[in-house]
């Protein structure tokens, strides 16, 4: 299977802190994405991140890639309460047509 | 129009029942996707239609049966369902399968008495 394991499987940080998740899959992929997911609703796609890229950035999201231990990391700087949420790395393997999610980490932001 | 939306939004239906869920896109994505999710789990993926084609059936029981009616319109038929399939479905869609940013809609919540 290709899906994705992201550690922690959840995190409570204090407001102002950093968040860092980290998701590890087992085939070759095309790309990677995160997506936040609020209180079980639809999920919002925050960052694609291709296979022969290693880092990206979208205003408080950092995320890299390392193909070659087949991982990856969401960082969240200077999180906020807003942020509280599950993410969950999705990859989409080489030849595939399918989108495939990992088990996610639930992020609480502390007051 | 950068939206995937999905009715009902909440659905509660005897198992006895027949009842489809819909989904609209309309941003020109050829690759539409159907995924199951229960609680605290990840979304787990059903049916992928690719050009309105049928390209990914992920071993779903024959009692969920989708359709692609046209580019943007994407629906889920439910017949004979558990309990156990009380989930929150979620739609979908991307430019076209593999490579792409997929964009979903807010989920229908099911409930199988």
């Known amino acids: 299977s290709q899906q994705g394991e992201e550690d922690p499987q959840a995190l409570s940080i204090q407001e102002g802190e950093n968040a860092t998740m980290n998701c590890s899959y087992k085939?070759?992929?095309?790309?990677l994405q995160w997506y936040r997911q609020n209180s079980g609703r639809g999920l919002v796609h925050l960052i694609l991140i291709r296979s022969n890229e290693r880092e990206k950035h979208s205003g408080r999201l950092r995320v890299t890639l390392d193909t070659s231990k087949k991982s990856s990391s969401l960082l969240i700087t200077a999180s906020r309460a807003a942020d509280t949420a599950s993410y969950f790395c999705?990859?989409?393997?080489?030849?595939?047509?399918?989108?495939?999610f990992g088990k996610g980490t639930r992020l609480h932001i502390l007051p | 129009d950068t939206e995937v939306t999905q009715t009902p939004k909440h659905l509660v239906m005897g198992m006895t029942n027949k009842k489809s869920l819909k989904c609209e896109q309309h941003?020109?994505?050829?690759?539409m996707y159907w995924y199951k999710q229960k609680a605290k789990k990840p979304p787990e993926l059903m049916f992928v239609?690719?050009?309105?084609?049928?390209?990914i059936n992920e071993s779903v029981p024959s009692r969920f049966s989708p359709e692609c009616p046209n580019s943007s319109l994407l629906n889920l038929h439910l017949h004979a369902l558990q309990p156990e399939d009380s989930a929150l479905y979620l739609c979908a869609s991307s430019l076209w399968t593999g490579n792409t940013e997929a964009f979903f809609g807010q989920g229908t919540r099911l409930t199988v008495v």
């Open positions: 085939t070759s992929i095309n790309n």
């Open positions: 999705a990859t989409d393997a080489d030849r595939d047509d399918k989108i495939i």
């Open positions: 941003m020109g994505h050829r690759a």
């Open positions: 239609y690719s050009y309105e084609k049928l390209s």
